[in-house]
């Protein structure tokens, strides 16, 4: 009697056993499957989101670099340059300057070439056009302005760039607010430019106007 009791038992346990391990490999299959499906799902309906770099609206066709670039506050917030969705240059970083902040690039592969500011208050405005002087041809020029950027301004240096395809640089003034986006040697004006005019009657700022910034999709294209 025991012994059929035993039997019995036995015989219940490896049917629970069997059955256990039946459902856990279902489970284990149908959660395969189940994962397998939704990514096949989402390759096929193309559901990964592809974020905009540089905090734009819309993200940029494969022939055209993203880029934002925001101007200073005052002389106490420092601007800020991000292209291609790096930050480049930002008063967090600690890598700005009073004057202009520049950022150069080379235009056909989007590599960075060289970034810093060029200190229109205490610098050397022979230093400064030497500096832009080297710029080749072809090349994407991003700029915020910070501080005051009149003092050390020359009619060359303006020059340098309306060359680059500014509009608005022979109207920059002291304590202007000022971000454009160029490329030197253009022969059409760029269109990424914004000016903020520093006026007593207008300025957000004790003595300084709003905070502008300019943003979008530059063209790789090299034509000049």
């Known amino acids: 009697m025991k012994d059929r009791t035993l039997l019995t038992l036995t015989a219940v346990i490896v049917l629970l056993l069997i059955f256990f391990l039946i459902s856990f490999d279902a489970q284990e299959k149908a959660q395969n499957v189940l994962g397998y499906n939704k990514i096949i799902s989402e390759f096929t309906t193309g559901t990964a989101k592809v974020v905009p770099k540089c905090n734009l609206s819309a993200v940029c066709p494969s022939d055209r670099f993203a880029f934002k670039i925001w101007s200073g506050a005052a002389n106490v917030v420092g601007p800020k340059i991000c292209f291609d969705g790096k930050n480049i240059m930002s008063h967090i970083m600690n890598n700005v300057g ?10 056909e592969n989007g590599v960075v070439e060289k970034f810093g500011y060029l200190n229109m208050i205490s610098g050397n405005s022979a230093v400064i056009l030497a500096y832009l002087k080297e710029i080749k041809p072809g090349m994407i020029v991003l700029v915020a302005s910070f501080d005051d950027v009149a003092t050390k301004m020359t009619d060359e240096i303006r020059q340098m760039f309306v060359a680059m395809g500014s509009t608005l640089i022979d109207s920059v003034k002291q304590k202007d607010n000022w ?46």
């Open 98 to 107: 009073p004057g202009l902040n520049i950022v150069v690039v080379n235009g």
């Open 179 to 224: 971000v454009f986006a160029g490329r030197m040697g253009i022969k059409i004006k760029s269109v990424f430019e914004q000016r903020a005019e520093s006026d007593k009657k207008t300025n957000v700022f004790e003595g300084w106007p709003e905070r502008v910034e300019v943003g979008g999709c530059f063209p790789r294209t090299t034509s000049v």
